[in-house]
T-cell receptor, first 113, second 110 residues
Framework: EAGVTQFPSHSVIEKGQTVTLRCDPISGHDNLYWYRRVMGKEIKFLLHFVKESKQDESGMPNNRFLAERTGGTYSTLKVQPAELEDSGVYFC???????????FGQGTRLTVV | DQQVKQNSPSLSVQEGRISILNCDYT??????FLWYKKYPAEGPTFLISISSIKDKNEDGRFTVFLNKSAKHLSLHIVPSQPGDSAVYFCAAQNTDKLIFGTGTRLQVFP
């Protein structure tokens, strides 16, 4: 069974540009989460999808961040326009409904210069 | 305002000995606690968890202890192996999401 897959693994963009991160969860997992780790700090929750619906987006930093999960399969996280403080590692995770354990992808390292 | 704290950024332990990683939390409403292990350039991997109604959970070399009155949990690894060298994150479940600590880097040396 394939794990959670994220693309790209690295992205370097200039301030003001747009970047789109993609996450393919484990097949059959209704729950999909986005997290972010900035500069060696804690891993912070961004938002939670249940199928295609946003269950909780309380961790989204501001309206420059837009997450979608059309069809309840893969998800994208777009940052537009990117700022320097958006640099960090973005993790996607997925889980079965009702299960606590979430499986994480390898992350996308975003560097905004 | 960090709800989950790992006050030791690093820990160094000799192979074969016990590793003890600590975690403190502030919210008594957390109902589940998890430990994740992370290698460089990889995502966190689930290690072990404990429900708030229990005080101990064991899985092979890994044991998690929960002290609710002190709002403290710890992960014991016995015996420690070089392959255990990684960053360990403590996490607490709050409704639908996990709240992580800042991690402790464990190094197991021969």
């Amino acid at each position: 069974e394939a794990g959670v897959t994220q693309f790209p693994s690295h992205s370097v963009i200039e301030k003001g540009q747009t970047v789109t991160l993609r996450c393919d969860p484990i097949s059959g997992h209704d729950n999909l989460y986005w997290y972010r780790r900035v500069m060696g700090k804690e891993i912070k929750f961004l938002l939670h999808f249940v199928k295609e619906s946003k269950q909780d987006e309380s961790g989204m930093p501001n309206n420059r961040f837009l997450a979608e999960r059309t069809g309840g399969t893969y998800s994208t996280l777009k940052v537009q326009p990117a700022e320097l403080e958006d640099s960090g590692v973005y993790f996607c995770a997925s889980s079965h409904g009702g299960e606590t354990e979430a499986f994480f992808g390898q992350g996308t390292r975003l560097t905004v210069v | 305002d960090q709800q989950v704290k790992q006050n030791s950024p690093s820990l160094s332990v000799q192979e074969g000995r016990i590793s003890i990683l600590n975690c403190d939390y502030t919210n008594s409403m957390f109902d589940y606690f998890l430990w994740y292990k992370k290698y460089p350039a990889e995502g966190p991997t689930f290690l072990i968890s404990i429900s708030s109604i229990k005080d101990k959970n064991e899985d092979g070399r890994f044991t998690v202890f929960l002290n609710k009155s002190a709002k403290h949990l710890s992960l014991h690894i016995v015996p420690s192996q070089p392959g255990d060298s990684a960053v360990y994150f403590c996490a607490a479940q709050n409704t639908d999401k996990l709240i992580f600590g800042t991690g402790t880097r464990l190094q197991v040396f021969p």
